[in-house]
């Protein structure tokens, strides 16, 4: 073919979340469109195209590549090389290449887009009420990869040959479904069952849908396989059936999880922001922590018992657009699991390890590579906070300036996720849980192996907790790589610093329950000044000791006993008043423990100075999960309130509490409300960490750990920080709970590395 003189040819690689998100057909059009030959495909790196025209032509097509590209894509670079012209006679799109490095981002599954959910309900559309509908703009992506580059034979849908008219809509570039790689229909795809508690088929296809919604209407528990794993749903506003998982599932108080079958619907019972509402109509459609309206009361009250808040969500799947659309009333979805034990993905592992559970099952014949929970947000200090971060968000990275050694983080105990990280990536692992079980840890373990799988990833140095008895750091002492510990809370400050893209140095403010300290003590009130390779301690919390141990965090009357000891002495043994719920047995018991400092751990913990309060103002006694005390304590505070408890920062930043717990047990003996307790207590903390901020002199602070998942406290410390003039970080993409600690475990290996590179030599 002959060229125009001015012509020239560009080589370009977009690398990113680009693959499955319907990039190459809008390369496709955006090449002919401007009248430029070449080729695209999908590659290991990313998307790798070559385009050949009139030069302000290809100049234009690479600038409307980042301004035009799909709603789905994220781009992390565009890099653009010009080459000899070729001829090429036309613009095609070529079949992927696996060879290189892989550096490509995986999407995350994408809930059911607009298009999709149209043609679902459309009775003259061939994919009416079809549960698996999908397009290059959304459904199952990191659920269903085997491998990489994503295409279909590296999926699960590689069982599904395509019909011809989906196998046209797959060949076609102008079609949406061009290699989409789930892409299905009736006669092709995967298919619906109802199964009976024992694994009995009850009826199939959309017969299986109309008799599950039957099922819960009827009160039944059902466990339904989404794209992530099972889900267990019963009817939102009958207690009885409320009350039934909850007893079958172990689950005493947790907050339970909502499902509704419209905004509308939602709105009826939660009071929504725009922001909210932008979240729970995201393509990432997660959890969105709301606030309930006043007076509302068709819910029963076992979903989220004495709780001001509620989780909901909106259908994210076809299937279940099609059950919600059917039973037209909000639902309780939870996680199909015991507590501890991670989603079930496989349906006659489910009825395995749900018998017991569930009545019934609505399962389909798509295998699932990997769990995915549902990610949990909350809006806070005016922007998306993530608590929980799976589906919609993992594994996409967070990017970093400079590349990285190729790392791999095992996390902590509680709240495990994974990260690896390649170059300037860092990749996340959806959710895991708590290792506390052998299927926790046997998912951990999967996660582990899964993200270097995928990328070819050569490890040369594994990260954990400084803990030596958490099963993740036990892994890493196994691993062929040499292991390098880094603190809990070292941890927690680095990763939310990565999360705001800020390098040190900084002053940290990692508050939580439990870490294990430099010294050996349990820290958990830190203020760490990042210095760079390392940090300095330079504040915390008073100590007190924790009779009985890790008992106290679920008893935290056993952590109120320590603080009221530390500030009353022996004077506690004396007071009836302080041995509240105990009986003589006990207190014979825990006073050995605290006067002979045998399982009675000194702990620096704002967490258990929480779980404290709760028990000394009578909210909480005992805990059936974490955090339920520092949430009932959060819950209670009066509007309104400014006043705050005293403490005194002394010599070596250690903020002592003992005039607060003396003013608190003053205000009990007066009767002053529990919500104005609960709010002068809350005031203190902020008032302490502006405190030591202004000893520190650092103008940038940066908020972790699980303590900053209370949204007063936080939304307090923030404001209270500005007002003195320093600038606040807190987290965003990534928990401020343990689910961040593989990234922060990452970051401090790296900014440790010429010492760790030192050591080796």
């Known amino acids: 073919m002959k060229l125009a003189r001015h012509s020239e040819r560009a080589r370009v690689v977009v690398r990113g979340a680009v693959q499955g998100v319907g990039f190459r057909p809008f390369v496709y059009r955006l090449a002919t469109q401007l009248d430029l030959r070449g080729w695209v495909l999908n590659s290991a790196q990313g998307v790798v195209m070559e385009v050949e025209g009139d030069r302000s032509n290809v100049r234009q097509f690479t600038l409307r590549l980042e301004t035009e590209k799909p709603t789905c894509a994220a781009i992390t670079s565009v890099e653009s090389s010009l080459l000899d012209t070729v001829g090429y006679g036309g613009f095609e799109i070529r079949y992927s290449e696996g060879g290189g490095d892989k550096s490509v981002l995986i999407s995350p599954d994408i809930a059911t887009c607009a298009d999709c959910l149209r043609e679902l309900f459309d009775a003259r559309d061939r994919r009416h009420r079809y549960p698996f509908t999908n397009c290059t703009n959304c459904g199952p992506r990191f659920t269903i990869i085997e491998s990489l580059p994503y295409d279909r034979p590296h999926t699960t849908m590689k069982r599904f040959t395509m019909c011809p008219e989906c196998e046209r809509e797959y060949r076609d570039p102008l079609d949406r479904r061009f290699h989409a790689q789930p892409n299905a229909c009736p006669r092709c795809g995967p298919q619906l069952a109802l199964w009976g508690a024992a694994g009995n088929v009850l009826t199939t296809k959309d017969n299986a849908l109309f008799a599950a919604a039957g099922r819960v209407r009827a009160g039944e528990v059902l466990a339904l396989k989404g794209l992530g794993g099972f889900q267990l749903m019963v009817d939102a506003r009958d207690e009885a059936a409320v009350a039934r998982l909850r007893q079958r599932k172990h689950r005493e108080d947790k907050p339970l999880a909502l499902m509704y079958p419209s905004f509308d619907a939602v709105r009826e019972d939660c009071q929504i922001s725009d922001l909210e509402e932008a979240l729970l109509l995201s393509a990432e459609a997660p959890i969105v922590i709301l606030a309930r309206k006043p007076g509302t009361s068709r819910l029963a009250p076992s979903v989220a018992p004495r709780n001001p808040s509620l989780g909901a969500m909106l259908p994210c799947t076809p299937l279940q657009h099609l059950l919600l659309r059917e039973l037209g009333f909000p639902v309780v979805a939870t996680s199909g699991n015991l507590s501890d034990e991670p989603i079930c993905i496989d349906e006659h592992e489910a009825v395995d390890r749900l018998r017991g559970i569930a009545d019934c099952f609505l399962v389909h014949d798509l295998p699932l590579v990997r769990h995915m929970d549902d990610s949990v947000v909350r809006v806070m200090c005016g922007r998306e906070l993530i608590l929980r971060r799976a589906r919609g968000y993992a594994p996409l990275p967070i990017p970093v300036a400079e590349p990285l050694p190729t790392l791999l983080a095992v996390g902590g105990h509680l709240k495990n996720t994974v990260a690896l990280s390649v170059g300037t990536d860092i990749f996340l692992s959806q959710h895991i849980g708590d290792l506390e079980t052998k299927e926790a840890h046997s998912a ?53 610093m990565a999360d705001n893209g800020i390098e040190p140095p900084a002053l940290g403010v990692a508050w939580d329950g439990t870490g294990y300290g430099n010294d050996g003590t349990v820290w958990g009130g830190e203020f760490l000044l990042a210095t760079g390779a390392s940090f300095e301690r330079v504040a915390h919390l008073r100590q007190f000791r924790l009779p009985g141990g890790d008992a106290a965090i679920k008893q935290p009357r056993r952590a109120a006993l320590g603080v009221l000891h530390d500030v009353f002495g022996d004077e506690v043994w004396t007071r009836p008043e302080m041995l509240r719920g105990f009986s003589k047995i006990e207190i014979t018991t825990l006073r050995q423990m605290l006067e002979k400092r045998v399982n009675a751990p000194l702990t620096s913990s704002a967490g258990r100075l929480f779980d404290a309060v709760a028990a000394l103002v009578g909210l909480r006694d005992r805990a059936s999960f974490e955090g339920q005390a520092a949430m009932e304590l959060e819950f209670a505070i009066e509007s309104g309130i400014e006043a705050a408890y005293s403490f005194d920062l002394r010599e070596g930043g250690v903020i002592h509490w003992q005039a607060t717990i003396l003013e608190i047990v003053r205000d009990l003996h007066s009767h002053e409300s529990t919500g104005a307790i609960a709010a002068k207590f809350h005031n203190m903390l902020a008032a302490a960490i502006v405190a ?41 993409r990534i928990p401020p709970n343990d689910g961040g600690l593989a990234l922060g475990q990452i970051i401090a290996a790296a900014w440790a590395a010429p010492k760790i590179h030192g050591e080796e030599n």
């Not at 880094?486 to 939310?496: D, F, L, T």
């Not at 406290?713 to 007002?723: I, K, N, P, S, Y």
Request: glycine share 4%; net charge positive; with cysteine.
């Open 444 to 496: 951990f373990r999967k996660a582990a192996t899964d993200l270097p799988r995928l990328y070819d990833a050569k490890i040369e140095r594994v990260v954990c907790d400084l803990h030596p008895d958490y099963l993740s750091t036990k892994y890493a002492a196994q691993m062929p790589v040499p292991a390098q510990a880094v603190q809990h809370h070292w941890a927690h400050i680095a990763s939310c």
């Open 692 to 732: 030591v901020a202004r000893k520190i002199g650092e103008p940038r602070v940066v908020l972790s750990g699980g303590c900053f998942q209370n949204k007063y406290f936080t939304e307090r410390t923030v404001r209270q920080l500005r007002d003195a003039g320093f600038q606040p970080h807190w987290h965003r």
